[in-house]
């Protein structure tokens, strides 16, 4: 299954990113490249196999629901391009509802 | 001046009064400014480093000092420090000043340690090179022309020019022991869980951990010890208690067994390594530990196995990187999704954008049971592996690289010929299990080889005591 230039627009949308025509050009060759280096996975047979989806044995590791001090509103806009007043600041986002 | 190169040496000259600590790191931030051209550092801490040296030297006057009072330690640039950047060696992250302290820094001052500044690496740790950072390549002190590897290069080169006594790195696939075999100095990735993983910025989350490098295993056990144990804040880290680990340095391991994997010894290991390897384990030999083959069958299927996993999960984890409450923003954006959209594609290098690509693919509608299903399903097969293989022996011996320090720019244009340079150290990851990277000689050019040793979950004391002999062999 080659992934097309078409492909990798779709790819880039979920993602959230864009790509010149020689910076796509260059990820459809790459993205092809290690994908069916990745296809080396087909050789083994895992349909008995459960898949392994936390690494450490730990269950349900609780605490107790205690109040603590949290990041101060200053502080968590301290690094914020744009901020207005408490909030962070964003292009207006009516239009495309 | 003197650059020490261990901590035991500067304590010893601090206490004869040869030394003050204000006084060597006032010296040492110079000489770091003379050899920029290995351009480890982004930055160094001067007024935080020596008020820090100032108060160490109080203490020890006084009699109060901590563990690591003294201690020059470089920090890589993916774990929060409060009021310092954190960039991740990212144009994205460029201006990013951190807001608190990642547990593992709380823990090092709490212990009067000095943080001189911060290392490059890797852009947010995806390579093996150190060519991936956004403020240019790390150069290999050995020979300037070769990488230190990656991605924790500047850590590891910082403690190999001497330009600290210890670092911290993190380790998501080989990127403490990785560079540390290519610098020659001993790096160690702990068990999954035994540090804390809160204020270290997340690449591949069920893979990730802080782990120290140094010159010596004493050192390296030292740093572990202050630095691991159960934090609150981090769920994955485990309650298990931790042992005094430099104390346990020393002991007999004549009655450990040693297994080397078969299948680290196909094609593409160089002779030379190889021919390092077998000396390591004829001089455990000669100490009386028994040194057997061991299989690992599902070794061929790390890389794949570990790319598909790490990709995914760094998709997820750098979603949050879109210009709204920190990092990058572009300039005038027309609407959110524009916003969103430009701010990442100016932010992230080609590699970053590369891995985020893949792993949205594996995830995509269609394809996540055929890659990341399969790649879990194959992740346990590797696991077990792993726990057949400590059945039988209680250490792993292997070589951490194929090949010494290659030169920088000689693998940039194929990313997957650098993805195998990993073959040897993602298992560990992919098991969660510890390892530790130790010099073991020099390659007929003059380049160190590293071997690596892999331990079982939680079994850390074994990993630098066997560690703390081979160092001790001394070999050539």
Known sequence: MAVTPKDVDYIAALAHLKFGEAEKAAMVTDMNNILSYMEKLNELNTDQVDPLTAITDAENVLRPDEPKTMLQNEDALSNAPSKIGPFFRVPKVIDQL | MKLYSTFSEFRADLQSGKVTCEGYVTDLLKEIKNQQDLNCYLETFDESALDQARKADAKLKAGQAGKLAGMVIAIKDVINIKGKKVSCASKILENFTSVYHATVIEKLLAEDAILIGRTNMDEFAMGSSNENSAFGPVRNPVDKTRVPGGSSGGSAVAVAAKLAMTSLGSDTGGSIRFPAALCGVTGMKPTYGRVSRYGLVAYASSFDQIGPFANSVSDLALVMEVISGHDEKDSTSSPKPVEPFGQGLGNSISSLKFGIPKQYLGDGLQPEVREKLTAAAGYLKSLGCQVTEVELPHTEYCIATYYILTTAEASSNLARYDGVRYSFRSKDPVTLNDMYVRSRSEGFGAEVKRRIMLGTYVLSAGYYDAYYTKAQKVRRLIREDF???????????????????????????????????????????????????????????????????????????????????IEKANLK
Do not use: C, R, W
């Open chain 2, 387 to 469: 726990t057949k293989a400590f059945d039988q022996v209680d250490v792993l011996l292997t070589p951490t690289s194929p090949s010494p320090a290659f030169k920088i720019g000689e693998k940039t244009t194929n990313p997957l010929e650098m993805y195998l340079s990993d073959i040897y150290t993602v298992s560990a990851n992919l098991a969660g299990i510890p390892g530790i990277s130790v010099p073991a000689g020099t390659a007929s050019d003059g380049l160190p080889v590293g071997v690596q040793l892999l331990g079982k979950h939680f079994d850390e004391q074994t990993l630098l005591n066997a560690a703390y002999h």
